[in-house]
């Protein structure tokens, strides 16, 4: 698994990174993971870039912290919190995830507007039906993706830090969806935790093939203006109309 910690605005500036770029074939569930780690609005910083090397399959990060400019925090009560069992399915119980049928978004605390979400779950289906994954049986299955927004982690979710948190729960969520196709590999999450301040982007081996870690932090990167400035349903959209072009090669 990748944990990578991505730097802030107040960081690194305000230039944007580039758009995301095809990384070639390939293709692929939730078995192995990805994960691209985004602090967008300065809880974590780190200065300068990060440095990342390979060991057995494993990506380690180097980065140096610098301190960041206290901020107020809004009171506990004032924000929804869950657990990752608390997250509906959005397939099983779309209503509760604001979704007019099934699909693969869960908007549980109604972040996004009606308008949003439709624009997102339809972009999902596209994904779905418009990419294509070639699994290890020779099948050929679109790109499973799914997105997952809740306002709050449920304080009692937390383990040695909020990255490890953040990491677990949105596995959870992937593993209780059943996100891609058994045997194909074929699966990519979306997470957002918002008042958290992280976002996630979680491939498998064969998904993995083609959304790179690279390419993935720069999806989160362009997310994160939008995010900043509150405009959540620019900042998913803008996220999952990137994995698709990724994902079209």
């Not at 990167?221 to 994902?247: F, I, R, T």
Request: net charge negative; proline share 6%; glycine share 10%.
């Amino acid at each position: 698994c990748l944990l990578a910690l991505v730097p802030s605005a107040s960081a690194c500036g305000t230039s944007m990174a580039p758009k995301c770029l095809s990384s070639g074939a390939g293709g692929a569930v939730l078995s192995g993971c990805l994960i691209i780690t985004l602090c967008f609005l300065g809880l974590e910083s780190v200065d300068g870039e990060l440095e990342l090397s390979a060991t057995s399959g494993v990506h380690d990060i180097a980065a140096t912290p610098i301190p960041h400019p206290a901020w107020e925090a809004p009171s506990p009560e004032d924000l929804e919190s869950h657990t990752p069992a608390e997250v509906p399915n959005p397939f099983e119980h779309p209503e509760q995830c604001g979704l007019g049928g099934p699909g693969a978004l869960c908007d549980l605390d109604g972040i996004l507007s009606p308008e949003g979400r439709k624009k997102v779950a339809n972009t999902l289906l596209a994904i779905r039906a418009g990419t294509v994954a070639k699994c290890p049986d020779g099948a050929e299955r679109g790109f499973d993706m799914g997105v997952a927004l809740v306002r709050k982690m449920h304080a009692s979710e937390r383990h040695v830090d909020r990255e490890t948190t953040a990491k677990r729960f949105a596995a959870s969520i992937g593993d209780k969806w059943g996100v891609g196709d058994r045997g194909c590999d074929n699966g990519v999450l979306l997470f957002l935790s918002l008042h958290d301040r992280y976002a996630y982007i979680k491939t498998t081996s064969m998904s993995r093939q083609i959304l790179t870690d690279r390419l993935a932090q720069v999806v989160v990167n362009n997310m994160k203006p939008y995010l900043k400035s509150g405009q959540y349903d620019a900042a998913l959209l803008e996220g999952v109309l990137e994995v698709n072009d990724v994902l079209l090669g």
